[in-house]
């Protein structure tokens, strides 16, 4: 008896089944695409399933981060890219699933660090470098400090300790996994996708802004600045989708400049428009601070000035064209900085602007008056607190919004147009002046330290050569290292988790593979 055609092999499921679980580039983004599926039908389903009040304020992101825990204990790489990346559209799933998905970080985080030292304790030796932890270590013990001698309520100041230190606990825990650099390649690829898809549907907002929110239930927001529409995509705001698309841009750039493929750099130019489209300044001037940060690093890279010439000269050229692209926005933003910003009007509107129907949660009020106060007042409170500073949760900080600090009173802001006490939406606005204001000077250095040793950790790592993805990594990682600092002037940056989490990600990528590259040339 012939037999059957296929007999005794797997059926098609079972063999797509196992190829999920090989140690693949495409399996490892099959694998990441499914958690992400998997996170936002926990948050869909539970949310409507759970009764109202405490149970689904805790239940959602707790089963949420439950997921996150139990695929890190397997698969460390798919853990920490999903809630990255989750994390960068949670604003947007709130919008339609409501707020306690976004206690998903909190969760997560909490989880996921007992495992990761648990793991990484064996070879401390090797990870632990003393001069980074040493000074965050500072920061940590002089907010502390600072809390205790200004009296601040145990309530406000140990949430204000963990909301600021989360961020910098998802680095350590990204610096302890072991992401191979296959893996973090795959995942950095699923970002671009996002990022494509984002701007991609940015195009189509673009054309019919009402039109596009109401067909996705979207959130309202239609404006024009400079006479131009401004775009936010499957973004809740435009601040977001600035962001998110300029750091894709970047990782496509460094995928250009270490590859010289022509096609990386016209999908950077074209994902590039992003930030553009956001009309946000902050967005395009860390656009270009990224790409500056590159050049800066390529004599690193070339062997020769004609090479680095050859290599930069059409991404000088696609950048020209952005700007005449875009020429009438620029100017437009220019001319709204100087009135804004350095010839202001005497009388300041008191209405606060706003999303309809949601709270800005970026903090991109346009308040120029509370920023400058907020910077101003910091220097103050380090001067008449010092060395210790105004305590964790009394300035600049969510906490502080919270528990309306009395130090806004003390120093004049509670009269400031976003710094009152019945709408203090602006005192998020900004991130240094919360550090110095909070942890005082002494805290400010080592917080500020801690940033410099990751960028020279960076820098020192970008000159290495051995192997294509290893350097885009290493070279992307800089170059949003540099977006980053221009984001925390006039945002709460390094503990915003909507976009925190994919920087300490990338930054946990490049030092872990540097430890264990480092111990395995000792082994």
């Given at each position: 008896m012939r037999a059957s055609v296929g007999e005794g092999q797997p059926s098609a499921p079972t063999r797509a089944w196992r190829a999920l679980w090989v140690e693949s580039g495409r399996a490892f983004a099959a694998r990441l695409l499914l958690l992400l599926v998997a996170l936002w039908a926990v948050a869909i389903i539970l949310s409507v399933a759970l009764p109202g009040g405490e149970v689904r304020r805790y239940g959602?992101?707790?089963?949420?981060?439950?997921?996150?825990?139990?695929?890190?204990?397997?698969?460390?790489?798919?853990?920490?890219?999903?809630?990255?990346?989750?994390?960068?559209?949670?604003?947007?799933?709130?919008?339609?699933?409501?707020?306690?998905?976004?206690?998903?970080?909190?969760?997560?985080?909490?989880?996921?660090?007992?495992?990761?030292?648990?793991?990484?304790?064996?070879?401390?030796?090797?990870?632990?470098?003393?001069?980074?932890?040493?000074?965050?270590?500072?920061?940590?013990?002089?907010?502390?400090?600072?809390?205790?001698?200004?009296?601040?309520?145990?309530?406000?100041?140990?949430?204000?300790?963990?909301?600021?230190?989360?961020?910098?606990?998802?680095?350590?825990?990204?610096?302890?996994?072991?992401?191979?650099?296959?893996?973090?390649?795959?995942?950095?690829?699923?970002?671009?996708?996002?990022?494509?898809?984002?701007?991609?549907?940015?195009?189509?907002?673009?054309?019919?802004?009402?039109?596009?929110?109401?067909?996705?239930?979207?959130?309202?927001?239609?404006?024009?600045?400079?006479?131009?529409?401004?775009?936010?995509?499957?973004?809740?705001?435009?601040?977001?989708?600035?962001?998110?698309?300029?750091?894709?841009?970047?990782?496509?750039?460094?995928?250009?400049?270490?590859?010289?493929?022509?096609?990386?750099?016209?999908?950077?130019?074209?994902?590039?428009?992003g930030p553009f489209l956001s009309a946000r300044r902050r967005a395009i001037l860390a656009l270009a601070a990224g790409a500056f940060a590159a050049l800066v690093a390529s004599p690193r890279m070339f062997r020769d000035l004609r090479e680095l010439t050859r290599t930069w000269a059409p991404a000088a050229t696609g950048g020209l064209v952005l700007v005449v692209l875009f020429l009438s926005l620029?100017?437009?933003?220019?001319?709204?900085?100087?009135?804004?910003?350095?010839?202001?009007?005497?009388?300041?509107?008191?209405?606060?602007?706003?999303?309809?129907?949601?709270?800005?949660?970026?903090?991109?009020?346009?308040?120029?008056?509370?920023?400058?106060?907020?910077?101003?007042?910091?220097?103050?409170?380090?001067?008449?607190?010092?060395?210790?500073g105004g305590g964790l949760g009394r300035y600049g900080s969510w906490m502080s919004r919270v528990e309306y600090s009395p130090l806004y009173e003390d120093y004049g802001l509670s009269t400031i147009r976003g710094l009152r006490p019945e709408s203090p939406s602006s005192a998020t606005d900004t991130f240094w002046p919360q550090i110095l204001g909070e942890l005082g000077a002494v805290g400010f250095l080592g917080y500020a330290t801690f940033m410099v040793l990751l960028g020279w950790m960076l820098w020192r790592e970008a000159g290495r050569d051995d192997g294509a993805e290893l350097r885009i990594l290493r070279l992307a990682a800089g170059m949003v290292f540099a977006q980053a600092l221009i984001e925390s002037g006039a945002s709460a940056m390094y503990h915003s988790p909507s976009r925190v989490y994919l920087f300490y990600l990338l930054v946990g990528l490049v030092a872990s593979l540097a430890w264990r590259r480092s111990r395995d040339a000792e082994a």
């Open positions: 959602v992101p707790l089963a949420a981060a439950l997921l996150v825990a139990g695929t890190y204990l397997r698969r460390p790489g798919e853990a920490v890219f999903g809630l990255a990346l989750f994390v960068m559209f949670y604003e947007t799933t709130a919008w339609f699933v409501g707020n306690p998905i976004k206690r998903i970080d909190e969760f997560s985080i909490l989880l996921l660090v007992p495992i990761a030292l648990w793991r990484g304790m064996p070879a401390w030796r090797a990870w632990w470098w003393w001069p980074r932890e040493a000074a965050i270590g500072l920061a940590v013990v002089m907010g502390i400090l600072s809390s205790v001698v200004a009296g601040v309520p145990l309530g406000v100041w140990v949430p204000a300790l963990l909301l600021l230190g989360k961020a910098i606990a998802f680095f350590y825990v990204v610096l302890l996994s072991r992401v191979t650099p296959r893996e973090a390649s795959a995942g950095l690829w699923v970002v671009v996708a996002a990022g494509m898809l984002v701007v991609a549907l940015g195009f189509f907002e673009f054309l019919d802004p009402a039109g596009f929110q109401r067909a996705l239930g979207m959130n309202e927001y239609v404006k024009l600045r400079s006479e131009n529409v401004v775009v936010k995509s499957l973004f809740v705001h435009p601040a977001l989708f600035g962001y998110f698309t300029a750091f894709v841009s970047l990782l496509l750039l460094a995928r250009y400049l270490v590859t010289r493929r022509l096609r990386w750099l016209v999908l950077s130019l074209l994902v590039g428009t620029l100017t437009g933003l220019y001319e709204l900085t100087w009135d804004r910003y350095l010839n202001p009007p005497s009388a300041v509107p008191s209405a606060s602007p706003g999303l309809p129907g949601i709270e800005d949660p970026v903090g991109e009020g346009e308040n120029r008056r509370a920023r400058f106060a907020l910077y101003d007042g910091s220097f103050r409170i380090a001067a008449d607190y010092f060395p210790l």
